[in-house]
């Protein structure tokens, strides 16, 4: 799903589309093997998700 897809919306600040599109850049980059940078648990939208 590309990041202009009519499913993430505006992707307005503080919105549902904005944690819609951090999952998916999460998820995304989880697949290609990237991990969080050093001192960090995971990515932003893992925070919300536990």
């Known amino acids: 799903m590309p ?29 290609y093997g990237l991990k969080p940078a050093p001192g960090m648990t995971g990515y932003p939208a893992s925070r919300s998700s536990g």
Do not use: M
């Open 3 to 31: 990041l202009s897809s009519d499913v993430l919306a505006g992707r307005g600040s503080a919105t549902r589309d904005e944690e819609l599109t951090a999952t998916y850049v999460a998820s995304e980059s989880v697949s």
